[in-house]
Each structure stands twice: as C-alpha cells, then as structure tokens.
C-alpha cells in the first residue's frame, strides 16, 4: 500500500531540527569556552570528549517525547500508524546523521585551531584511535566517526521510543513493575554473566569483536535500533490513540 | 420557525407562497437560494429544494441557469385565485364546525361575521 | 463511493463497546448518529478513522480497508471531542499542518471563519477555551475538503450565537459541495431537520437506521381526554404516555388510522421526543 511519507517527513524533520538546533548551540557555545578556558589559564589542560554522548542523550530524549505526538497528530491528519511510525522514524534517521555531520565539521575545525593543551575527540577516537587521540583524523575515519555517531545515537533514539511505548501501552501497576524490574535485570544481568565463566569468556570475546572495527559496532548498533523500532511498532499497531489527557 | 405539524418542505413552500402573495418576493425577482434557505432554517438542502421544487411544479417559479430561482409573472394573480378557491374549505368549513361546537347559531354567525367585517382592519 | 462497516465488535475487557454493527455510509449525504452518553458513538468513529482497532470486523472505504490504508484515511476527517494537537501548537501552525497533509485544505475559509468566530491564530490550542477548543476543531473540519466527514457532539461548550454559526456554515458548505457528514450528538432536536438519515445506537447495537422522513413517518402523538385517547389507542403500540390531570398525550408507534374521534389532538411527533420514547421503552426491557 502506498504511504503518505512525505507530509509527516516534512512535519518532523522541522519538529527535530527545530529540537536539536539549542543542542548544538549549547555545544558550540561549550567549544568557544574551552578554547577562552586554554587562552585565560594558561596552565591548564582543556579537553572535550562527549560530543557523541550527549548527542546521544538528546536523541534519547527526542525518542522518548517525539513518538507519541507524532502518532496522534498523524491520526487527526488521516495518515496510518504504520505510516506515522516509519515517518517519524526517517526524520529521527536524519536528525541522527545531520547531528553526527555537523559534529564532525565542528570539532575538525576546533582541532584546527586547537593548542598543545587542548584535545577534542569523539567515540570513534577514544575506542579506536586510542594511541593517535589529538591527531587528525583521515577522510575515512571522518566517514567511520559520522556513521558510528549516528549509529549510536539511532540506538539511544529507538530505546527512548521503545521506553515511551511501552509505558504508553502498560496499565498503571505494570508500569510499576516494569519501572522496577529494567534497572533490576540491569543490574542482575552483568553480574550474573561475570559470575558465570562461559558466559563471561562470551562476553568477553564479544566485546573484543567490537572493538576491533568500529563496523561491527555500527553493526550492533543498528541492529538494537532495529530490535527496538520493532518492537515499537509492535506496541503501537493496536494501541487505542487518543489525548494525553482524555476527560 | 417550523413547528411539528407539517414536512418542513411544505411549510417551506408555504412561506414562500405568502412571500410572493404579500409582494414580498416580487414578480420576475429572484427567490433566496436553496443554500441561503437551508443555512438560514438550518435544514438540509434537499429539503428546501422540495419545498421550492413544489412551487416550480406549479409555474409560480422558474429556474434560470445558473443564476437563481425567479418568480413567475402571473404567479401573485395565479396564487390569489388558488387561496380564494380554497378560502371556502379552509375557512369557511372550520368556522361554521366550531360555531356548532360552541353552540352559536347561524344568526348568531351571521352577525358576528358583519361586526367582523365592519371591525376589523 | 461509500463507507461501509461491517460487523465491527469492539470489546475492552468484559464490556462489549460495539456489538456487530453493520452501516453503510452513503455518498453526499448527512447522517444523524444519535445515542445516549456510552452508547458507543465515540467509539465507532475512532474505529472508523483507525484510531481503534475493531476486535472483529472492518471498516471499508469506497471498498478499501481502512487499516493501516493512508489513501483511505485521507478520504476521512473526524472532528473528535479531543485535542491530537501537540501541547505546544499554535492555531496557526495547525492550519499550516492540515495543509501539509490535506491537499484539499483551504486555508483562505479557514482564516475567514476563524475570524467570523473570533478564533485567535496566534493562540496555543491547549490554551484555548473548551468552547474555542471545539471551534477550532470544527474549523478544520469545515475547511478540509474531505469527501466524509464526521463530527463528534460538534457543538459541546459552544454558546447559543457560535452555534447557529456553525450549523449554518456547515449547511452552506455541504450545499456548496457536496460530502457525507455524520453528525454523533445528543443535542438532537438542534439536527432534527438537517439529518437524511437517522442512525440510533443503544449500548453498542443499531437500533435504528433509516431516513429520518421515514423514521418520524413512523409514529405519532395523540393527545386528549384520557379515556378516548386510550381507546383510540387501544391494541397499539404505545411508546410513551403521560397524563396530567385528565388530559393525556401517548406517543403511539405506526401511522393514525380510522377517524379521529372528536377532542383528541393529533401531532407529529419530533425526533427528539420520539428518541427519548425510544430508549424509555428499551429501559424497560
């Protein structure tokens, strides 16, 4: 069946960008800081590593308000769920890769002017430029930085959904239960996998895997946004839409 | 506006009757249209078009392509020659029923028709 | 071209909010649903725009189904009783996003009529009125060019002026052009005369689905001494009576027949008074 992407692409897109353009401010206004910080004290040492962090908890934020408007305003405007969800997702895609890019373009121009005393770097360099972390990055560990950038902020973007939906569709005593049984498993979970030797020699080797390409990172990454998004849409298909706060 | 006796279409048509009997809706000069009746009366628009459909029936309007709804010349004489027909049935029958009812008789009818017809302006 | 719902049930937990209701829809015309609080009316337009999903049954639009189908879904517009606007929303930015997403939205109507109502564009839709609220609602409904439309209880918190507005625009915009309007409501006696067809709902079944010439064809009141009239009345079916000292008035089902004995006052009934017949008679089952 043919979707009507486009009028909800259109609508997002502004909504997420409208979002993330006082992220960004804020981190540019924190780079001006470091580098007036290095200048003023010239003793100290300034450096900056959490762009693709806090990237990645504003694009969890955005999962965890933007899904629930953007379906109810899809329903008053006569456009499915199915095509809603997939809409809204693309521009959640978009906002990823122009937040990851323009990152990028942000901090290769601060390493420019970037002293001795000042290092800028992102999770791609703190995991696989560990040795080379105030060199310039190449044109490919440009590329591979954006699309781990947007790889994880696409993650932390489906979880907020997942989250946002799940207690959308949970009664009122299962939000309770599972309000407590997440940070529980979270925390029982590694525990128990460190406890257990097999287990623990899996993980081990599985997180090796990771990190020896930053591919198999992406990978993963994108597969739990997958896992997530589905399981979104899974709640969604049946939920009954209506107003936050219907008298 | 309307009561619940009648179709609101025939109580439609007949205002529009009286319109054109009291000059109101002058000869060769247009009717509101169905849209203006049915906003107005909030009524469905088929049902003023019944109602004014009843009057065209009749020839005491006509329909000029795509500019409105017209009265008919003659419309006024034709209409007051039906009521005069009718006046007897619709009047004259109820009257002398009731006069029964109230046990006037017919000298006593006689006369408070004159007294009416000297009386009443 | 028409919607047609068949067998839709919905049920939440034990309650069944919809019992099998079959409904056919037809093009250009204007349909009164009418049912008491909890019949079922909110419930069957948000199935028929998808904001529900039936437990069994379907809806189909000029025979495509409506779930998950986004041609069909914008054939369709519901005036609902709630606000799906974003908290933060400006009456303006609505238009601009029914526009977006209706082709057909004119927003020249939308701007006039807001301000034939003295609905501010500048305003937040969660700060408005709940009467303004309703406003701005029907003025979507009203401006988006849809060919169905459905209004639930349209005119909830208007005041006696917006409302005569709003049932006069919206006669003038279906004269105009034509579409099939379903109007959910329990101010009858306000719609009696706008609505084809009438389509009663009583605890989530159809009770009644006709034109509304027919429905009211279908019953009479007959009022006078109480001895005659229960003679007159006597082996039919009677809906309602009520007496007030010697003098009663029944509302009887069917059409009048033989002569009318002398003192008795017949009348046709009205639709709001024959609803409410209706369901007194169905409380008592």
Redesign the interface.
């Known amino acids: 069946m043919k979707m009507n992407l486009k009028p909800v692409f259109r609508y997002e897109m502004r909504d997420y960008l409208m979002g993330s353009w006082p992220f960004f401010a804020v981190i540019v206004a924190i780079v001006i800081a470091s580098f007036a910080g290095a200048f003023l004290f010239n003793g100290g040492e300034v450096s900056f590593m959490g762009y693709g962090m806090a990237a990645c908890i504003c694009l969890f934020v955005f999962g965890v308000v933007e899904p629930r408007p953007a379906l109810r305003l899809c329903a008053q405007m006569g456009v499915s769920r199915r095509t809603a969800f997939v809409g809204n997702l693309i521009s959640a895609v978009a906002d990823c890769a122009i937040l990851a890019l323009a990152g990028e373009i942000l901090f290769t121009i601060a390493k420019v002017f970037a002293g001795s005393r000042m290092a800028f770097s992102d999770i791609y360099q703190l995991f696989y430029q560990n040795e080379h972390l105030m060199e310039q990055l190449s044109i490919g560990g440009h590329v591979l930085s954006i699309l781990l950038n947007t790889a994880c902020m696409l993650a932390a973007y489906c979880l907020g959904m997942f989250f946002t939906f799940l207690f959308w569709r949970l009664s009122k005593v299962w939000c309770v239960v599972a309000a407590v049984a997440i940070p529980l498993t979270l925390n029982i979970v590694p525990a128990a996998v460190y406890r257990c030797v097999p287990l623990a020699r899996a993980a081990r080797a599985f997180i090796d895997l990771l990190a020896s390409s930053a591919w198999n990172l992406m990978g993963f990454l994108v597969i739990v946004a997958a896992v997530f998004a589905v399981i979104s849409y899974l709640l969604v298909r049946k939920a009954n839409i209506k107003a936050p706060t219907s008298k | 506006m309307?009561n619940?006796?009648?179709?609101?279409f025939l109580q439609l048509a007949e205002q529009l009757e009286e319109g054109i009997l009291s000059g109101a809706y002058p000869e060769e000069g247009q009717v509101p249209s169905?849209?203006e009746y049915?906003?107005?009366?909030?009524?469905?628009?088929?049902?003023a078009l019944k109602g004014i459909n009843l009057l065209v029936d009749r020839n005491l309007l006509y329909k000029k392509r795509g500019v409105g709804m017209f009265v008919a010349a003659g419309a006024q004489e034709k209409l007051l020659g039906e009521r005069r027909e009718r006046f007897y049935h619709d009047y004259i029958e109820k009257l002398v029923r009731e006069a029964r009812h109230l046990g006037l008789s017919a000298a006593q009818l006689s006369e408070m028709l004159e007294r009416g017809i000297e009386n009443v302006d | 071209m028409s919607i047609e719902i068949r067998n839709v049930t919905k049920q939440f937990g034990d309650t069944l909010a919809l019992d099998h209701v079959s409904l056919t829809l037809e093009e250009n015309k204007i349909y009164g649903l009418l049912g008491n609080n909890g019949a079922g009316k909110s419930t069957l337009l948000s199935i028929i725009t998808d904001r529900q999903k039936a437990t069994e049954g379907c809806v189909l639009v000029d025979g495509e189904n409506v779930s998950g189908n986004d041609a069909a879904l914008g054939k369709l517009f519901l005036v609902g009783e709630q606000n799906l606007f974003p908290d933060d929303m400006k009456v303006k930015r609505a238009f601009d996003t029914a526009q977006m997403f209706y082709p057909n939205f004119d927003r020249a109507y939308a701007e006039a009529t807001a301000e034939k109502f003295g609905l501010n564009l500048k305003k937040k839709i969660t700060a408005l009125s709940t009467g303004y609220a309703s406003i701005f609602r029907l003025i979507l409904g009203l401006s988006v060019n849809t060919p169905y439309l459905f209004f639930d209880e349209p005119v909830l918190g208007l005041d006696a002026q917006h409302r005569d507005l709003f049932y006069r625009l919206l006669v003038e915009k279906y004269a105009e052009n034509p579409c099939t309007i379903v109007i959910s409501t329990h101010l009858i006696a306000e719609v009696a005369n706008l609505i084809e067809h009438t389509i009663i709902i009583r605890t989530g079944r159809i009770l009644k689905n006709l034109p509304t010439e027919e429905l009211m064809a279908d019953a009479f009141t007959v009022s006078g001494p109480a001895a005659t009239v229960d003679a007159f009345t006597s082996g039919r079916h009677i809906l309602t009576s009520s007496t007030l000292g010697g003098l009663k008035t029944a509302c009887v089902q069917g059409v009048p027949e033989g002569e009318l004995p002398v003192g008795l006052e017949l009348s046709k009934i009205n639709l709001q008074d024959y609803f409410i017949s209706m369901m007194e008679e169905e409380d008592q089952k």
Not at chain 2, 4 to 8: F, H, L, V, Y
Not at chain 2, 38 to 47: D, E, M, V
């Open positions: 309307f619940e006796e009648k179709p609101i169905i849209t049915a906003a107005n009366y909030k009524i469905n628009p088929a049902t």
